[in-house]
């Protein structure tokens, strides 16, 4: 809408002052009018950008549209993931994981093996053609066989030949008995040979792994592991204590055994570092209704297994849950703050009782109205209402204090 303005007659009208740029540079910038009445806040509604027109040239302001980017889903790139709502209805920052990348070459199979019966009978067979070998010559001791109540044979001398056989019986012995091994529920054997990984045996009972190999038992069982007391922060800075409890086992275990140098070691590292980002988001105690705290412990121990779980992949562990079990503050500022919470608590008390005063104190009022026992003075009705507030809020603050 333009304006005009009349000027008295027989004035002469006044030329505009010139312009003065404070800065040299200083240039225009057009913004469309339909910019400043969008109504799309929704997370996924595109965003137009104004970009501005260079100078000298004529041109009019151009409009960008930002598309989604495809490879993460992000509502624009560079931007931040919208904040999750927890459960009680507050909103929680988003946490970004940036886990260890796995090595790809490390990657769990079945390792060579065969069942144990094999390995003793092959050791038995050995071991029976050596005893042949030696009764044939008459090797064997007198004394041997007089235990068992046999007369050997004359000793004939052990020829080039006979002594090949007998090598080569010793040697298929002990390459049979020696790679017997007992597998156990709940363990597992990494296999290497000279650094290079050749399996993973899982089977339990009597089997037979060959004894040039190095065996390396991992523990595949369900395990829990709890933490000691952790200081960490909350997200206005208060310092805190800590205790967390992981469930947990080793699901590929070239990457425990072979991927990092001590995977329970690493897991605990990793327990502490997550625990201090995930806490670090949100306060402890917000006296404010509808905020997201530390004190909703199954939203805080979802978020803080998701991120355990995804750092923890890398070495071969899965993590199950991992729940803090112990959140209190540290004993620097413990005092104060248990005396901020009993504040916190007595006003959010006062304010539901003197809401029940009120309304307690405006129905009583209405009805003695409407039934005439008080006359519609603004004085009168005053003096009414201030009486009963005081013997209401004395009323229901005395039952409240009284058990």
């Not at 560079?78 to 709502?85: C, R």
């Not at 005893?131 to 066989?145: E, F, K, Q």
């Not at 030949?161 to 091994?181: Q, Y």
């Not at 590929?252 to 605990?268: C, S």
Request: with cysteine; aromatic share 6%; glycine share 10%.
């Amino acid at each position: 809408m333009n304006t005009t303005t009349s000027e008295p007659e027989g004035t002469v009208p006044s030329e505009s002052p010139r312009r003065n740029f404070v800065i040299a540079s200083e240039t225009t910038t057009e913004i469309p009018v339909h910019l400043l009445f969008r109504d799309d806040t929704g997370p996924r509604a595109l965003r137009p950008a104004v970009v501005a027109r260079r100078q000298g040239t004529g041109e009019q302001p151009k409009v960008v549209q930002h598309e989604p980017s495809a490879d993460t889903g992000d509502p624009h790139p560079g931007e931040s993931a919208p904040q999750n709502p927890d459960r009680s209805g507050g909103r929680q920052p988003a946490v970004h994981n940036r886990p260890a990348p796995p090595d790809p070459e490390l990657t769990e199979r079945p390792g060579p093996v065969l069942p144990g019966w094999t390995a003793l009978v092959a050791g038995g067979c050995s071991l029976a053609g050596i005893g042949a070998v030696l009764w044939g010559t008459g090797a064997v001791p007198g004394a041997l066989a007089a235990v068992f109540g046999l007369t050997p044979p004359p000793y004939r001398g052990i020829g080039i030949w006979l002594w090949c056989l007998l090598t080569l019986g010793v040697i298929l012995a002990l390459f049979s008995l020696g790679g017997l091994g007992r597998g156990l529920a709940g363990r597992a054997w990494v296999l290497t040979l000279c650094g290079d990984y050749r399996g993973t045996v899982r089977r339990t009972g009597l089997v037979w792994v060959s004894p040039l190999v190095l065996r390396r038992q991992i523990d595949v069982r369900v395990r829990h592991w709890r933490s000691g007391p952790m200081p960490v922060v909350d997200a206005e800075g208060t310092p805190l204590r800590t205790v967390v409890l992981v469930v947990w086992r080793v699901k590929d275990t070239v990457r425990a055994a072979l991927g990092v140098a001590d995977h329970e070691a690493y897991l605990g590292e990793q327990v502490e570092a997550a625990t201090a980002r995930v806490l670090s988001q949100l306060p402890t105690d917000a006296f404010l209704p509808g905020v997201a705290t530390l004190r909703d412990a199954e939203a805080v121990g979802d978020r803080l297994t998701r991120m355990l779980a995804a750092e923890c992949e890398a070495v071969g562990i899965e993590v199950f849950s991992a729940q803090p079990v112990v959140i209190e503050y540290a004993p620097e500022v413990a005092a104060a703050m248990q005396r901020r919470r009993v504040a916190a608590i007595d006003a959010k008390h006062r304010e539901v009782v003197l809401t029940s005063v009120v309304d307690a104190v405006d129905e009583t009022v209405g009805r003695l109205t409407e039934r005439g026992l008080v006359e519609p003075d603004d004085y009168e009705r005053k003096a009414l209402v201030k009486d009963l507030t005081v013997a209401f809020y004395t009323g229901r603050a005395g039952a409240v204090e009284a058990p």
